[in-house]
């Protein structure tokens, strides 16, 4: 692929979408974007993207199409309402983290007009996967997802990529990923909580757990945060909720029992409640301080 001929689209330009274009614009692609809240499209067409001010133009323009936004039913009804415009040989990425049904849905839906959906959900934060640090979890047609123009592009995303079968497969392993993911920022932020009340400096307890066999990688990409109590978003909390009641749903279609992932979700409510929706979602240690004074 020639970066420099190619337009490559991006649907939805929230913190996610707008790392995906940040990644590709660093690597000389010329990208064009569409988001429905204008500054959102100011930002991006000042970081050098080519903000356009509807769906339709993105498709018309671009061959590859990522999308990027916060639910299934949205991608599904974009979708929908936008079907004609979608045309042989085009090939959406997808990653939005999803009911796997609904994604296969979709994918059936754009392939009854010639074009190819891949999932590409993503395991990490925005500021992980403008870095490069987060890793690609696959879900489409082989010859689509290992072609040459396809590649090109997962690659200048992420060097952790895994192909995981058919469409469905990513947004399965999506909600694995993010089980043990969330699970493991509630443990951190109860635990850094339970220095505090035993009179222990949150800051130094940190920096020692780090060094045992305690250590994670979300003692490292949201340690920091909690102590210091920076909430300031990487990954929206109420977009974590989102998915925990995609994991319950999945669990309770497979009759299978998630009891401290439906603790997890309470906990989130919580948080929710308090406000910190938009917050990022290491601001689940403020709804364990509150709850542990009730």
């Keep these: 692929m020639n970066s420099q001929q190619a337009s490559i689209g991006v649907i939805g330009l929230g913190l996610l979408g707008s790392a995906i ?3 590709l614009l660093d690597v000389k692609w010329t990208v064009v974007g569409f988001d429905l809240a204008a500054e959102r499209r100011d930002v991006f067409q000042s970081n050098g993207g080519g903000a356009v001010t509807s769906v339709g133009e993105v498709l018309v323009r671009c061959d590859i199409v990522f999308i990027s936004l916060p639910t299934s039913e949205i991608v599904a009804d974009l979708v929908s309402a936008n079907i004609d415009e979608f045309r042989t040989g085009q090939v959406i990425i997808d990653t939005t983290t999803g009911a796997p049904q609904q994604m296969i849905d979709i994918g059936n839906q754009l ?6 959906y891949i999932e590409s959900t993503v395991g990490g934060s925005s500021q992980q996967l403008e870095q490069g640090d987060a ?9 689509i997802v290992q072609s040459e123009d396809v590649d090109a592009l997962l690659s200048a995303l992420s060097s952790k990529i895994f192909h995981l079968g058919n469409v469905g497969s990513a947004s399965r392993f999506k909600l ?3 089980l043990i993911l969330g699970l493991n920022r509630a443990v951190l ?3 850094l909580c339970f220095a505090e009340a035993l009179g222990l400096d949150p800051a130094k307890t940190l920096e020692i757990l780090q060094q ?8 490292q990409t949201k ?21 925990v009641r995609l994991m319950e749903d999945e669990a309770r279609h497979e009759d299978v029992q998630l009891p401290l992932t439906h603790l997890h979700r309470s906990m989130l409510e919580f948080a929710e409640q308090l406000g910190h929706g938009d917050s990022d979602n290491s601001a689940i240690i403020e709804a364990i301080r509150i ?3 009730k």
């Excluded at 392939?111 to 190819?116: K, M, Q, R």
């Excluded at 890793?135 to 010859?143: M, Q, R, S």
């Excluded at 045992?212 to 003692?219: C, F, I, L, Y």
Aim: aromatic share 6%; no cysteine; net charge negative.
């Design 21 to 23: 274009a940040t990644r």
């Design 111 to 116: 392939a009854s007009v010639g074009a190819t």
């Design 135 to 143: 890793a690609l979890f696959i879900g489409g047609p082989t010859e």
């Design 176 to 178: 694995v990923h993010n």
């Design 189 to 191: 932020a109860e635990g």
């Design 212 to 219: 045992t066999a305690a250590a994670s990688s979300v003692m």
């Design 223 to 243: 340690g920091e945060k909690m102590v210091g109590n920076d909430f300031a978003p990487q990954a929206r909390l109420s977009q974590h909720l989102k998915d």
């Design 291 to 293: 709850w542990s004074e």
